[in-house]
Nanobody, 124 residues
Framework: QLQASGGGLVLAGGSLRLSCVAS????????MSWFRQAPGKEREFVGG????????TYADSLRYRFTISKDVTKNTVYLQMNNLKPEDTAVYYC???????????????????WGQGTQVTVSS
């Protein structure tokens, strides 16, 4: 089970940190990712992290503003978002996939586990 939180309303240029708490078992070998979906648009890959080892991958357009990290003691993955822009407004979802390989991080339909989503609204 995944529980996402931390969304809210922020002014352009501001920052937010989203959290995704995983429960129900070990995350060894899992990939944990963030996706987002804006109104009227398809779900978009934001970035992901391998629970084992901690390597990360990002959407090219977001890698310099967004950072993903993990806290193994809390079974939590974070998405730090800086210099937010109005176009970052979306519902943000965390997702988990076992036996992740790097090339499949961005394939949303391959993730069996999803959190409920948290709304991020960036106002200009």
């Amino acid at each position: 089970q995944l529980q996402a939180s931390g969304g809210g309303l922020v002014l352009a240029g501001g920052s937010l940190r989203l959290s995704c708490v995983a429960s129900g078992g070990t995350l060894s070998g899992y990939g944990m990712s963030w996706f987002r979906q804006a109104p009227g648009k398809e779900r978009e890959f934001v970035g992901g992290i391998k629970w084992t080892g901690g390597s990360t991958t990002y959407a090219d357009s977001l890698r310099y503003r967004f950072t993903i990290s993990k806290d193994v003691t809390k079974n939590t993955v974070y998405l730090q978002m800086n210099n937010l822009k109005p176009e970052d407004t979306a519902v943000y979802y965390c997702a988990a996939k076992p036996r992740i390989i790097t090339s499949t991080f961005g394939v949303s339909f391959s993730y069996p586990y999803w959190g409920q989503g948290t709304q991020v609204t960036v106002s200009s």
